[in-house]
């Protein structure tokens, strides 16, 4: 049995050959993104959060500091620990892969960027003395975009109403009753990026 790395053929994803079946490459950017995100969790882990805490968590820093402005992005990648990273991974690869194929791997990556730097900023500007890291913003960006890939113009899908009136408003409720480690900021303001997206996209398309 040999392995072999399948060149691209149009149309058609890069695959990993091995015997009679191919292991396709079916998002590459949702993959990369799930690889550097495992990477950043490792070093956490093994540095006991000090490279999260320098390059993978976000919070109120000196403007002159370079690192300020590149942990706006970077913060997405670093997780407090395995059942953090596992939790949103599996979103990630769950949703992830059909928004893909559907909107592309450059609107895609668009997407992540956006949502990634809207939470870093929101949080820096009004919870500057809290530090914030996880896709879990990224996963609320999912999850509120796939409710609504189907709509047509003039249309509001009620999958996506009853989506974000669960999530959004049980973020809501955590946020107000109870007191933990998860930031219910950045689900709630994932979730409105998602959802801008969402009907944006929606429209160019039926434009």
Sequence with gaps: MSDNLTSRTSGSSPSIGVGRFR???NSPVILGFVAACLVATILGIATGGVATAMFFATYRSSLLNP?????LFTHVLGHSGWEHFM?????ILLLGPLLEEKYGSRTLLEIMAATALVTGLVNNVFFGYQALCGASGICFTFILLSSITQMREGEIPLTFILV????????VVQ???VQDNISQMGHIVGGIVGAAFGFY?????SS
């Excluded at 974000?164 to 973020?171: C, E, K, M, T, V």
């Design 201 to 205: 996209l929606a429209r160019r398309s």
């Design 175 to 177: 946020g107000i009753f």
């Design 67 to 71: 690192l300020t402005y590149l942990r």
């Design 87 to 91: 939790g949103n991974m599996m979103y």
């Design 164 to 171: 974000a009136f669960i999530f959004l408003g049980q973020q």
């Design 23 to 25: 292991v396709t490459i």
